[in-house]
RNA sequence: GUCCCGGUAGCUCAGCAGGAUAGAGCAUCGGAUUCCUAAUCCGAAGGUCGGAGGUUCGAAUCCUCUCCGGGACACCA
């Protein structure tokens, strides 16, 4: 609709616009400063020009008021504009966002080692990543998810250590753990599970451990990826870091030929700080074993050859200063590293009553992303994380989450959705009968409402464009406190503009609903 | 020390490719229901936009400096 409006002034005036929504409505549906900027070059005042610019506009059928004030130019869109929007998104509500992107990109997410289930940080990151998946689709985008595992490192051995001196604990024997090893619950219910499907040979001695970490290993992607499952999250394609190493002979050529690679201290070191890194780094220790930066390199090419036009990753915010080196790796094997985006998802803060408590995955002293989709349901987990930009802190107390009220916006969205649908049910009525009512006179209010459920498909673009799915769940809010209010102040059941009105709340719902759906979250019609 | 994120109402946060009187939710206080769900709505109160300079017609927004909070600075993944 934007794109629209904005094209109609720019081919009237011949220049570029710029159009923006007015900070208050009154001021009408679209606005633009356009004439503050031509003030200087015709050395006239603005509001003069902008008073001209009016005159110029008003001809066009789309309007129903262009008004000059202070310098800004104001547009109401007409009703036949709007009624004529409002009937396409009736009639092909899965149509509603027009597709704009053409480009195939690849969204890799979560990648959670394997070494522990899903706690709440994790579920930022992929609720963020399922987000911007399911806009960028509805947007046209050829996007594939990916996770990428590391079931490769000291960690998945980590991982078989503990199991196995957890079994042994419960055993009865004495036992000493080393530092970084999981203590977790998990750990134990791995070790009871592992001795009745292995056998308890495997606690013997550490000789199992190898056996018992690949697979304890295999048992925590899988309930991973339950978890992913039970908040509505899916991927296209698991990459195991340990299968990548087959290509590391040749990677390495790649990068030796093009002088990325060097031996200092009998390690060899990426030339990294030619690409703007800090340092250089080891991939290859002393003693032969590649590090981590050096699957991920292989990772990455990988990637890069299989030729997407960008590859979107969502890293933890910890991961910041690892971009730079990665960054480095794929300009030295040949590719452009701009194509190469890095989402970063800032630490979540969990809040306890007024207590402040860490996360700690390898201390086992963490929340379960699980337990909270459980108290909370997926919906309100989801809706949480994505209403906030995903590079500041969030910080929220779980025992607000725990309360199903109307402190949670959710219940508010879905409220004013399921008020359409029982106003409908009251009147026996279905969204596809009132498609083609034609909106004539209607009030203020009620053209201004419409032209905010019409809305969504502008904010979509934008939230998906600046990686920014907040900019939905807080237009799904104000278009939901907008429906309340106007249903407070408007019967719309034995009212003579009762059609007219059951299309417009028709709208409002089928706009909620999408809006929803491309977060992840179930439209309630009753609640 | 270097780098990243942040500092806006009591709390949690929007707004920041400069633009109209700085917004929302929660919390607080006061009101609204013979009528489509009051799980709602209306109203009140609440602000030196961390601080100081600068850029200009105009700065919460851009630049510099500075203070405060969080995080990252591995041959761990």
């Given at each position: 609709m934007k794109n629209r409006v904005l094209s109609v002034i720019e081919k009237r005036l011949g220049k570029k616009v710029v159009l923006e929504k007015p900070k208050d409505k009154k001021f009408g549906h679209y606005a633009t400063p356009v004439a503050f900027s031509m003030a200087k070059e015709l050395r006239k005042p603005p509001f003069e020009i902008a008073k001209e610019l009016c005159e110029k506009l008003?001809?066009?059928?789309?309007?129903a008021e262009v008004e000059p004030l202070k310098g800004y130019i104001n547009f109401r869109l007409s009703e036949d504009f709007l009624d004529s929007y409002a009937t396409a998104v009736l009639k092909n509500p899965e149509r509603i966002i027009s597709p704009i992107g053409n480009e195939k990109i690849l969204l890799e997410f979560v990648?959670?080692?394997?070494?522990?289930p899903l706690h709440i940080g994790h579920a930022r990151g992929a609720v963020i990543g399922d987000a911007l998946y399911r806009m960028g689709k509805a947007l046209g985008y050829e996007i594939k998810r990916e996770y990428y595992i590391n079931d490769h490192g000291s960690q998945v051995y980590k991982l078989g250590l503990s199991i196995y001196l957890a079994g042994r604990e419960s055993m009865g024997h004495e036992v000493t753990w080393p530092e970084g090893c999981y203590r977790g619950e998990y750990v134990y219910d791995l070790a009871r599970d592992a001795m009745e499907t292995l056998g308890r040979d495997h606690f013997v001695d550490e000789s199992s451990v190898s056996r018992l970490a690949e697979w304890g290993k295999d048992r925590m992607m899988e309930l991973i990826v339950r978890d992913l499952e039970k908040v509505g999250i899916y991927f296209d394609s698991f990459v195991s870091e340990k299968s990548l190493y087959d290509m590391w002979p040749k990677v390495r050529t790649v990068l030796e030929e093009r002088e990325a690679l060097y031996e200092k201290d009998s390690k060899i070191w990426l030339r990294s700080t030619r690409f703007g890194d800090e340092k250089d780094r080891v991939v290859v220790r002393e003693d032969g074993r590649p590090t981590y930066l050096a699957g991920d390199i292989i990772y990455h090419y990988q990637k890069f050859k299989r030729s997407f036009d960008r590859y979107i990753n969502i890293w933890g915010a910890d991961h910041h200063g690892y971009i730079a080196r990665v960054k480095a790796a794929i300009e030295f094997l040949g590719?452009?590293?701009?194509?190469l985006e890095i989402v970063l998802a800032q630490m979540v803060s969990l809040l306890k009553g007024s207590e402040p408590f860490k996360m700690s995955k390898r201390a086992g002293n963490y929340i379960l992303m699980s337990d909270v989709v459980e108290e909370i349901g997926k919906d309100a987990l989801r809706f949480m994380f994505l209403s906030k930009k995903s590079d500041t802190h969030l910080e929220f107390d779980v025992e607000t989450l725990k309360q199903q009220d109307a402190s949670n916006p959710v219940y508010y969205i879905n409220y004013a959705h399921a008020r359409v649908y029982s106003l409908f049910e009251k009147a026996g009525a279905e969204f596809g009968d009132v498609i083609e009512v034609e909106l004539k006179n209607m009030n203020e209010e009620a053209k201004d409402l419409l032209f905010s459920a019409l809305l969504l498909p502008e904010v979509v673009e934008e939230a998906f464009l600046k990686r920014e799915a907040n900019r939905v769940t807080d237009y799904l809010k104000a278009l939901a406190a907008q429906f309340h209010r106007f249903y407070n102040e408007n019967r719309v059941l034995g009212s003579q503009k009762e059609r007219e009105l059951m299309k417009l709340f028709a709208t409002v719902a089928v706009s909620i609903n999408k809006g929803l759906e491309l977060l992840g979250i179930e439209a309630k019609k009753r609640m």
């Open positions: 008003k001809s066009e059928e789309i309007f990648s959670a080692n394997p070494t522990g590719f452009d590293s701009s194509k």
